[in-house]
């Protein structure tokens, strides 16, 4: 275990109460010890992990927090965060994250920059617990007594044997749930997933996560056979960054409760970020569509309209002086549409309007 990142600390700055005195940050490249050095899952591979340790003081008390990412992660916590907190009031970690929030604001909020202020946020948070001498669970506050946790790994490059021997591992240990990575090669997944049934036993839940491999169609497929040949009762399908990014209702109809019989709960969903504001519940919003008339008073795009193609440009509409309100066009302003005595567009009556609208 090397650390990549220089440690860095911030001296108090407060002025009675408990206040944060500073940040100490680490970063740690961790090697995996998958086959030759790697591990991979549905569509991506990697040979190391980087975490970042961030430690918060106040009190004489130490809080803990990490999240995982590039080195970079740490250095965001050095030159954007580290000298923010110290001052603040240790055990106000709500607002310790909003100032935070606020100086990250020209540097960027998401990706490193919301990595680096987790990471420092959930020091934070342990700190607070650590100096009020409460389990964490109880000052964040607890909603529940018990949590459920799974293992999850089962990496796709991993040999049968050692997939089958983590998986049950977990299950010697304890643990009623476990998660292996599918779809990397599809045609290998039977032969895999039967022997992890066979290893981990019936009363095991058994998970399944693609990562990101499959389309739609492919995800609806799967789901249905995963439940029906090895009873897997969660499955993660995320789709393929590529396809179907505004479909991830199609992935949710197969969604069903567990122990129940069906296909199994379905995590599915695209990469919303990618099309920002696409989404309304699933579907697309309702556009209107090209061909429709143009409203009275507003010049149609030329090339929607044929008849508008080969006539002169028109010069730039003058703003209505009343009776309309600024910003609508005068439809007087409109070039007389070519075969229209009266000045007409087609489709309108004297008055500008949709005549289909009028008879409605």
């Not at 020209?106 to 946020?121: I, L, Q, Y």
């Not at 049934?197 to 739609?216: H, K, P, S, V, Y």
């Not at 129940?260 to 989404?279: D, I, K, Q, S, T």
């Not at 600024?326 to 075969?339: E, I, K, V």
Request: with cysteine; glycine share 12%.
């Amino acid at each position: 275990m090397g650390e990549d990142a220089v440690t860095s600390r911030s001296g108090p700055d407060a002025k009675g109460g408990v206040a944060i005195e500073g940040l100490d940050v680490h970063a740690f490249r961790l090697p995996t010890d998958g086959p030759d050095g790697w591990e991979e899952d549905g569509t991506l591979r990697w040979d190391a992990t980087t975490v970042i340790v961030v430690e918060a003081h106040a009190g004489g008390r130490t809080g803990i927090g990490y999240t995982y990412g590039d080195v970079a992660v740490a250095a965001f916590v050095e030159s954007q965060l580290a000298a923010v907190l110290p001052g603040g009031d240790a055990l106000a970690p709500g607002a310790a994250w909003h100032r935070m929030s606020a100086a990250v604001r020209n540097a960027g909020r998401s990706g490193v920059g919301a990595m680096a202020v987790s990471a420092v946020d959930v020091a934070l948070w342990d700190l607070k617990a650590r100096l009020l001498e409460l389990p964490l669970f109880r000052v964040l506050p607890a909603f529940h007594d018990r949590v459920p946790v799974y293992g999850s790994g089962g990496f796709t490059n991993y040999p049968t044997g050692r997939l089958a021997e983590q998986l049950a591992g977990w299950v010697e240990q304890g643990i009623p749930r476990v998660k292996l990575k599918t779809s990397r090669r599809p045609e290998e997944d039977p032969r895999r997933l039967t022997a992890v049934r066979e290893a981990i036993g019936a009363d095991t839940e058994l998970f399944a996560d693609a990562n990101g491999a499959l389309g739609r169609k492919e995800a609806l497929y799967w789901a249905r056979r995963l439940a029906g040949d090895w009873d897997v009762r969660w499955f993660g399908c995320v789709l393929r960054a590529h396809l179907d990014l505004h479909r991830p209702a199609r992935c949710r109809q197969a969604r069903a409760a567990p122990h129940r019989p069906g296909p199994p709960a379905v995590a599915g969903g695209g990469h919303p970020h990618r099309r920002p504001g696409a989404l309304v519940h699933g579907r697309l919003p309702r556009r209107r569509a090209r061909t429709a008339p143009p409203r009275p008073g507003h010049q149609a795009p030329r090339r929607a309209v044929p008849h508008l193609r080969r006539t002169p440009a028109a010069p730039r509409p003058r703003l209505a002086a009343a009776g309309g309100g600024a910003g609508r066009h005068r439809a007087d302003a409109l070039p007389p549409a070519r075969g229209d005595e009266d000045g007409r567009r087609p489709g309108t009556d004297a008055a500008g309007r949709d005549r289909r609208r009028s008879a409605g």
